[in-house]
């Protein structure tokens, strides 16, 4: 299974320029090569207190007869497409769906077999207004010996009242019995440590990305029988052995602040005395409106996605500890993120056109 985003909510267009200049919606590059690069960058709003960026980036040749179009046929085979018959109708529904770009907001559905129309598109007919289903997939990158995920847009809807706001992922997670970490499970959150599979380059391939999560009970009543029997099967699905397992799993993204509840923890040492004088109570002290606390990206575990091959739950890989760490990404890498996006779209060999 591929690693998945549907994100839906409120458009956000980002104004302004980045510290290079360039504009931090919509943008393009050119580096003096045969490629001229194109990129889009807008935030999808389930809430007002949370977010997700999502992006895109795409090359167009400067000489269109030198460079086809890579893709793959309704069958998934090896397809080629000239540059000028890319919007022809009858080489648009023989490509894949899957590699199809496809969008209604302009009130009809567009579909593009590149992302650099695509791109084009969107940065002319997307408006801030507009309440979206965002669908892509979900990329790791390395960047300066951090790991960010990187959501690349390929459908965009407008949402339909059946939607509901939120932002969710589906990813393939690689675990062990070491990845369970029950520090605080007194706050009923139990952290995790599982890795996903990326492609890096043509020299690297594939790697293992370690990921942290978390399984959030803390809003959980476990008095109500059917609430702890759900948190009890998730765990369940999250124990594994000495070798590592595989499995799907849906996953909440939460990159803002969360409502907190006031308590006394929050009084100063002044309120807590007027407090213990009684002539004055903790609703005295309450602020007005809605209290947020800390910013902060977290990857809340919500279900295994127990379909396909992952029907009777996890896969055992049979890789013990040393044999999964041969291909774990080594963070002290350091890599240019635009430079990876941009290699990416600006292929040289056969081999990176359809990894």
């Known amino acids: 299974m591929a690693n998945t985003f549907q994100f839906v909510g409120d458009v956000t267009i980002p104004k302004g320029q980045d510290r290079n200049g360039n504009s931090r919606f919509s943008t393009t590059y050119d580096k003096g090569g045969d490629w001229v690069t194109r990129r889009i960058n807008f935030l999808i ?29 309704s069958n998934f085979e090896k397809m080629s497409v000239k540059w000028q018959d890319r919007f022809n109708q009858d080489v648009i529904n023989n490509v894949s769906y899957a590699r199809r770009y496809m969008t209604n907001i302009g009130g009809e559905t567009e579909t593009f077999i590149h992302a650099y129309d695509f791109i084009e598109y969107l940065t002319s007919n997307l408006k801030a207004s507009q309440r979206l289903n965002v669908q892509g997939t ?78 959030d009970g803390s809003k959980i009543s476990f008095s109500n029988e059917n609430q702890k029997k759900i948190w009890d099967s998730r765990v369940k699905y999250l124990t594994a052995g000495d070798t590592y397992v595989q499995l799907g799993w849906h996953i909440k993204v939460f990159s803002g602040a969360e409502e907190v509840e006031f308590d006394e923890s929050m009084l100063t040492d002044a309120q807590k005395e007027e407090i213990k004088l009684c002539v004055a109570t903790i609703d005295n002290f309450r602020p007005s409106g809605t209290m947020f606390g800390k910013n902060k990206t977290e990857f809340k575990l919500v279900s295994p996605n127990l379909r396909y091959k992952y029907k009777d739950g996890a896969i055992n890989t049979e890789m013990n500890s040393d044999d999964f760490a041969k291909n774990i990404l080594m963070l002290s890498t350091s ?3 635009m430079d990876m996006m941009t290699e990416e779209v600006l292929p040289n060999e056969d081999e990176d056109l359809f990894n």
């Not at 389930?46 to 895109?56: M, T, Y």
């Not at 407008?158 to 990845?179: H, M, P, Q, R, V």
């Open 138 to 215: 979900v990329n790791f990158r390395l960047y300066q010996g951090k790991i960010s995920e990187e959501f690349q847009i390929q459908k965009v809807w407008l949402a339909k009242e059946e939607n509901k706001n939120g932002t969710f992922i589906d990813l393939d997670l690689f675990y062990n019995k070491d990845s369970i970490d029950k520090t605080r499970i007194d706050e009923k959150i139990i952290d995790f440590r599982a890795y996903v599979t990326q492609y890096i380059d043509k020299a690297v391939k594939n790697k293992y990305i370690p990921i942290s999560l978390v399984l």
């Open 45 to 73: 709003k389930p809430s007002k207190n949370d977010g997700q960026f999502v992006s895109l980036t795409g090359a167009k040749p400067k000489n269109e007869a030198t460079f086809p179009i890579m893709t793959f046929d």
């Open 335 to 337: 890599v240019n993120l």
